[in-house]
Every structure is written in structure tokens, then in C-alpha cells.
């Protein structure tokens, strides 16, 4: 089950950062890139200590990947890209798509497309159902109910 269906989590992180501040991370192998990393990472130091909310975002986004480095964070996202592989994905698979999807706009129903499963499944949710935006956070009852039914057709086969 993926809510929403996200093809490239890097691509948000990205493209909220200002210019240049990732230039050359995913263009650069080895020390090259060791040293575009440090630069990155010790110039978001420098501003994190001085904002509270920014030190929580970068320690929120990187917690999962188990590092506290945003450079390695985005490097372990950006080796996740479902872009090439999506087209493998041959198991039963339900994609949640949430109108007003804040970080990954329109990916839900890139990944439907690209995927290849003979039971794949696309729900939408709106506004007008309370279940929009990331992860229907306004609606979660209707959203586990989706995602129950579905589990409970898909192991029923």
C-alpha cells in the first residue's frame, strides 16, 4: 500500500531547498561528492542553530534514513527512485491519492501508470470527503476502511 504513491521522495526535498544548496550531490561520485556532502551538511548546521524549526525538520526527515546527515538522507532517497523500477512492481498493490497531496502532487497516479501489477488499485480521495491532503489526516476512519476492504479482497483470493 502506498499513501500517497510517491515515485521520487527526494525530488520534494530537492526542490524546497534553495539554489544551488544540493548542486553537484547527485551529479558527483567519491571524494567529489564527500566534499559537496560536508559543505551541505555543515552549512545547514550553521542555519539549524539558529532555527528551532529547521534543526526539527532536518532531524524528522532524516530520522528514517538513520543518519542525522540531510546529505546522506537525500543520497539514501534519491537510490530509492521508483522512476526505472515501478514497471516491476507485479504484486497487488492499492495507491492513495489525496487531492491537495502537498509533496508528492500527481506521483500517486504516475506510479498507477507505470506500474504493472494485474491488482493494482487507485483510490481517490477529496475535499469534500474530508480525506485530502498528505495522508488523510482528516479522515483516517474512511481512509483504514479503504485500506481494510482492500486487504481484506486481496487475501481473500
Not at 59 to 68: C, I, L
Not at 76 to 105: R, Y
Request: hydrophobic residues 45%; negative net charge; glycine residues 6%.
Amino acid at each position: 500500500m502506498a499513501d500517497p504513491g510517491a515515485v521520487q521522495v527526494w525530488q520534494s526535498w530537492a526542490s524546497n531547498m534553495p539554489p544551488g544548496a544540493i548542486e553537484g550531490l547527485f551529479e558527483t561520485t567519491g571524494a567529489e561528492q564527500e566534499q559537496v556532502a560536508k559543505e551541505l551538511d555543515e552549512g545547514l548546521a550553521e542555519y539549524a542553530a539558529q532555527d528551532p524549526d529547521l534543526a526539527f525538520a532536518v532531524a524528522f526527515r532524516t530520522y528514517p534514513y538513520g543518519t542525522d546527515s540531510l546529505s546522506n538522507a537525500l543520497l539514501q532517497a534519491k537510490a530509492m527512485d521508483l522512476t526505472d523500477v515501478a514497471k516491476d512492481i507485479t504484486m497487488p498493490i492499492l495507491i492513495l491519492d489525496p487531492e491537495g497531496e502537498q509533496f508528492w502532487p500527481g506521483e500517486s497516479q504516475q506510479l498507477y501508470n507505470m506500474a504493472s501489477s494485474a491488482n493494482q488499485k487507485l483510490v481517490e480521495f477529496t475535499a469534500a470527503e474530508g480525506a485530502d491532503l498528505h495522508c488523510e489526516p482528516k479522515a483516517i476512519g474512511l481512509r483504514n476502511q479503504v485500506v481494510f476492504d482492500w486487504l481484506d479482497e486481496i487475501l481473500s483470493r
